[in-house]
């Protein structure tokens, strides 16, 4: 029998790989958020007067937060976690905003159609950037898979 060249012989498999420290402090990061949106979201459910008010509240706060994960988005290019809870924080505050409309005792039915229209307004400004955003990211992929790689 010939001996197997060293070439012939299949790579060994690549180790497990280990997880970063970048990604310890981004799960750490959400650990902590998550438990300062808990009791944020706890003490408007439970202190604050009026179902129309904890509605308007949480929706102030969900969009607040969303603005924070959309930065932390950007800081750290993270589509796996910061992404998601930006997207999902923007449709807490926006439904909220407008569960607290609709549900509002007080303002008659031309105020609540003024509201909802602005709204409107507000979410297609946002979904418009967020298209513009995703276009662009996927021109940049687009250039930078061409790039050949020099040995």
């Known amino acids: 029998m010939e001996p197997v060249p060293a070439s012939a012989n299949p790579p060994a498999a690549p180790a497990e790989p ?61 589509r796996t976690i910061a992404m998601p809870l930006a997207a999902a924080f923007f449709v807490i505050g926006i439904g909220s905003f407008y569960g607290s409309i609709a549900v509002d005792p007080v303002s008659d039915v031309f105020n609540k159609l003024i509201l909802m229209v602005l709204e409107s307004i507000f979410v297609v400004i946002v979904l418009t950037a967020i298209w513009t955003m995703s276009r662009q990211s996927e021109e940049d992929r687009v250039r930078k898979s061409q790039r050949k790689v020099t040995p």
């Open 18 to 78: 280990r997880l970063k420290l970048s990604k310890i402090v981004l799960y750490a990061m959400l650990a902590i958020a998550v438990v300062v949106i808990a009791a944020i979201f706890g003490f408007i459910l439970v202190y604050v007067a009026g179902f129309t008010h904890q509605l308007w509240w949480m929706g102030l706060t969900s969009l607040i937060f969303a603005l924070l994960w959309y930065f932390v988005f950007m800081g750290s290019h993270n």
